[in-house]
């Protein structure tokens, strides 16, 4: 008569819940969810990939220097260093003269069909001086020293002349300002791409260049300017 209160004590502790019965995609979203977790992703991530990559190639070298003997392990570094080099020097050396080449192309044209003269443009400069406006001033300055270097045949009146030709042709006559010219005429490039925002000071140093040019005698013209044929000829 004591087994029957022991068997009631049995079954009161199991659980009273109804079993989950979920559906198929219930399942398999389920099943999905739990194999995202991290404790079951065992694939190495790139970093560690890199790494071990780094690991192997170490243990190759090290393996080979050793079946090779000591001095192969600094032998293989300097290839390594000079195969780097000449990589460099093949990839950067056209690159570079290619930006030389574009930097020469590139430079402004001075006057672009401005057909004021040179008392105008110096007017226009020092107005846009007055007013504050320093990058118009060094522009508009430096075209009057084109400007007045044509009035004065010291430069061949033409459409489409750069900054550079300019100062470059100018300089055959004007040596002693071949400097100068040329410093204006990067001023004047960097002004053009907005690569600097010029300021008194250099208005000021243009300003005097343009009075030291106009004061300066030009040297016997020669038939063909160096400068102006090589334009002519582009």
Same mark, same amino acid.
């Given at each position: 008569?004591?087994?029957?209160?022991?068997?009631?004590?049995?079954?009161?502790?199991?659980?009273?819940?109804?079993?989950?019965?979920?559906?198929?995609?219930?399942?398999?979203?389920?099943?999905?969810?739990?194999?995202?977790?991290?404790?079951?992703?065992?694939?190495?991530?790139?970093?560690?990939?890199?790494?071990?990559?780094?690991?192997?190639?170490?243990?190759?070298?090290?393996?080979?220097?050793?079946?090779?003997?000591?001095?192969?392990?600094?032998?293989?570094?300097?290839?390594?260093?000079?195969?780097?080099?000449?990589?460099?020097?093949?990839?950067?050396?056209?690159?570079?003269?290619?930006?030389? #080449?574009?930097?020469?192309?590139?430079?402004?044209?001075?006057?672009?069909?401005?057909? #004021?003269?040179?008392?105008?443009?110096?007017?226009?400069?020092?107005?846009?001086?007055?007013?504050?406006?320093?990058?118009?001033?060094?522009?508009?300055?430096?075209?009057?020293?084109?400007?007045?270097?044509?009035? #004065?045949?010291?430069?061949?009146?033409?459409?489409?002349?750069?900054?550079?030709?300019?100062?470059?042709?100018?300089?055959?006559?004007?040596?002693?300002?071949?400097?100068?010219?040329?410093?204006?005429?990067?001023?004047?490039?960097?002004?053009?791409?907005?690569?600097?925002?010029?300021?008194?000071?250099?208005?000021?140093?243009?300003?005097?260049?343009?009075?030291?040019?106009?004061?300066?005698?030009?040297?016997?013209?020669?038939?063909?300017?160096?400068?102006?044929?090589?334009?002519?000829?582009?």
């Amino acid at each position: 008569m004591t087994a029957a209160p022991a068997a009631g004590a049995r079954l009161a502790i199991l659980p009273r819940e109804v079993p989950l019965d979920p559906s198929a995609d219930e399942a398999r979203d389920w099943a999905e969810a739990e194999l995202a977790k991290v404790i079951y992703n065992d694939q190495p991530s790139l970093w560690d990939r890199f790494l071990r990559w780094l690991g192997d190639l170490w243990e190759a070298i090290t393996s080979a220097n050793t079946a090779l003997g000591p001095i192969f392990l600094p032998l293989l570094i300097l290839l390594i260093i000079g195969v780097i080099v000449a990589v460099v020097l093949l990839v950067g050396g056209p690159v570079r003269r290619r930006r030389l #080449r574009s930097a020469e192309r590139t430079s402004f044209d001075v006057l672009d069909g401005d057909v #004021r003269d040179a008392r105008a443009l110096r007017a226009a400069a020092d107005a846009a001086a007055a007013a504050g406006d320093h990058a118009l001033a060094v522009l508009e300055r430096f075209r009057a020293i084109v400007r007045s270097l044509d009035e #004065r045949t010291i430069l061949e009146d033409r459409l489409g002349r750069t900054a550079r030709e300019a100062a470059a042709a100018a300089s055959e006559r004007l040596p002693s300002c071949s400097d100068d010219l040329h410093r204006a005429a990067d001023l004047f490039d960097e002004v053009c791409y907005g690569h600097i925002e010029p300021t008194a000071r250099e208005d000021t140093w243009l300003r005097e260049v343009d009075r030291t040019v106009a004061a300066t005698r030009p040297t016997r013209a020669s038939a063909t300017g160096p400068a102006d044929a090589w334009a002519a000829a582009r």
